[in-house]
């Protein structure tokens, strides 16, 4: 369907925000950059509108379509006539290249040129990259004339690959003699999962983008002091490689909403949620703002609460939570070849999962709508089952066809959000306060919204939190690694599981996007291509078309 769309020139798209073309950095028609002076005007002539936060149950094989949803509502708000405007992640190439493929909605519901935005886009993932490769390759260069105090064997600094690679988790340089650099063990992380990439997210300026690349923790001294990147003097070459990269790239959806397309950090691996940026200039434009964090309530939505929220000062109006009945069904325990038979009572049984997010939800203290992302298999008796269940709760719910049917597949649910989100505005509220221990942070996440017993730390994290302490980092947020399969870290325990641990085995100081990061159960930060990659069926005909992205 994407090929097929219609697009209307940029130009256009920005004017219906009241964007005029001396802030856009045309990238071809179809899409731009947009210069930050445009954040400053628009603030000058309008209140900021109402924030919506879009997430999801669980995710499986099954699919949620949490970014189709997002889209299709954004389209929904407009069909009823309400000026909405959508702020998204733009997609890693590992993932459009491994398990999930294209990452830009679906059917009716797209934001594009989506093939140009699942690849290279307006190539900030590569100016990412870049960036974060510069001050590796300056760190390693100082290394080997002996400029620093940097110990070669406390480097914490990796480079970076939008890409999946598991070869590249660890490797040691500077093979070769003398001339080639210091040997040392290193690794790669994958660009969605590099701290310049939240960095960029969550920087509000280019003074605070530089600010924060100066801070960045590059490892320790022989007495473990810390080394950070402002000793590297590149910072400044870096926020120049990022020039462009900081301003939000804006695009349209498949019936024309306007949209902010910026920034992609993984929420199973970092914090999950597109650029601030974007999103000011979504709130700035328009009455009704739809953004998405990663993953499931558990990951993307409590990282966009306690993270993003707390450092930009944003406080959403209202949280949509997507689900599917086939994901349903998946974590009422019927196994993905039998899904396509009707299931009343799997889909009740996989009530626990959605019910658990709901619950995680009531922690933020913001109003709930529950969006059933259809799809043409679904039955009545199957989607009554979820109606019901959310009408005990007092949650309103929406059945909508976002894939089929776009914007008029969703108005029901537009209708729904905005009665929501017109609500009296709710303060914001964290899950915890920045001045509790480290260990206790984490330990309120676990127990809160992931439904755990408690927490066990490693003898490796213990120590590094404690160091983490020692140098002032202890009062940071906390940015939780964890399988986006379950809401415990194993990921084979679907549905709502109890009676779990989370292990926590190991501490990252990202002191520059300004979190602490703990890593649980055996999640790693570059991920691997699954035995069957979504590269074996992406192609280009002879008429130079992309196929097999979707």
């Not at 379950?486 to 292990?503: A, E, M, Q, V, Y």
């Amino acid at each position: 369907m994407a090929d097929s769309v219609q697009r209307r020139a940029i130009t256009e798209v920005a004017r219906d925000l009241g964007i005029g073309d001396s802030a856009l950095e045309p990238y071809g028609r179809d899409k731009a950059k947009v210069r930050l002076d445009a954040l400053t005007d628009a603030r000058q002539r309008r209140s900021d509108g109402k924030l919506i936060l879009v997430s999801a149950i669980t995710p499986t094989p099954a699919g949620e379509g949490k970014t189709t949803t997002s889209i299709g509502l954004a389209q929904g708000l407009r069909r009823i006539g309400k000026n909405a405007c959508l702020a998204l992640r733009q997609p890693s190439m590992g993932p459009v290249f491994g398990r999930k493929g294209g990452a830009t909605g679906g059917g009716a519901s797209t934001v594009e040129p989506s093939n140009v935005i699942n690849l290279q886009f307006t190539g900030d993932f590569h100016a990412i990259t870049a960036a974060h490769n510069l001050l590796a390759a300056a760190m390693d260069n100082q290394l080997h004339f002996g400029q620093t105090e940097l110990d070669p064997r406390r480097v914490l600094w990796k480079r970076a690959m939008d890409m999946n690679d598991r070869s590249l988790r660890r490797v040691v340089l500077g093979l070769g003699g003398p001339g080639q650099g210091v040997p040392r063990e290193s690794g790669f992380d994958i660009t969605a999962a590099s701290e310049v990439m939240a960095i960029l997210c969550l920087a509000e300026s280019y003074d605070d983008l530089r600010a924060r690349l100066d801070r960045i923790l590059l490892g320790y001294d022989r007495q473990g002091e810390p080394i950070l990147a402002s000793s590297t003097g590149v910072t400044g070459s870096m926020v120049a490689i990022l020039n462009e990269a900081l301003m939000p790239n804006l695009v349209q959806s498949a019936e024309g909403s306007p949209a902010f397309v910026h920034g992609g950090p993984f929420a199973n691996i970092a914090h999950g949620c597109n650029s601030v940026l974007a999103t000011r200039m979504a709130l700035a434009h328009a009455d009704y703002a739809v953004t998405e964090a990663g993953f499931a309530f558990d990951l993307g939505a409590e990282k966009f609460f306690d993270i993003k929220c707390r450092s930009a000062g944003l406080n959403p109006s209202a949280v949509v939570i997507v689900a599917t009945v086939r994901a349903l069904k998946m974590h009422g325990g019927v196994k993905l070849d039998d899904l396509t038979h009707p299931d009343p009572s799997a889909v009740e049984r996989g009530l626990e999962n959605l019910a658990a997010h709901l619950d995680a939800a009531k922690q933020f203290d913001k109003p709930v709508v529950v969006a059933i992302n259809q799809r043409r298999e679904d039955t009545d008796g199957e989607l009554n089952v979820i109606h019901a269940f959310c009408e005990g709760l007092g949650i309103p719910c929406a059945t909508a066809d976002v894939f089929g049917r776009g914007g008029a597949g969703s108005t029901h649910l537009a209708e729904l959000v905005v009665a929501t989100a017109d609500r009296p505005l709710t303060p914001y509220r964290p899950l915890y306060e920045l001045d509790q221990a480290p260990e206790a942070k984490i330990e309120t996440i676990a127990r809160k919204v992931y439904g755990a017993d408690g927490i066990t730390l490693t003898a490796e994290a213990q120590a590094k939190l404690r160091k983490a302490e020692r140098l002032g980092f202890g009062s940071l947020p906390i940015c939780m690694a964890k399988t986006q399969d379950s809401l415990s870290d194993n990921p084979k325990l679907r549905g709502r599981p109890r009676g779990f641990t989370i292990t926590v085995r190991d501490i990252e100081i990202a002191a520059g996007a300004g979190f602490l990061v703990a890593l649980t159960g055996e999640i790693v930060r570059m991920p691997g291509l699954p035995r069957q990659p979504a590269a074996l069926r992406i192609d280009v005909d002879a008429t130079g078309t992309i196929t097999g992205l979707s």
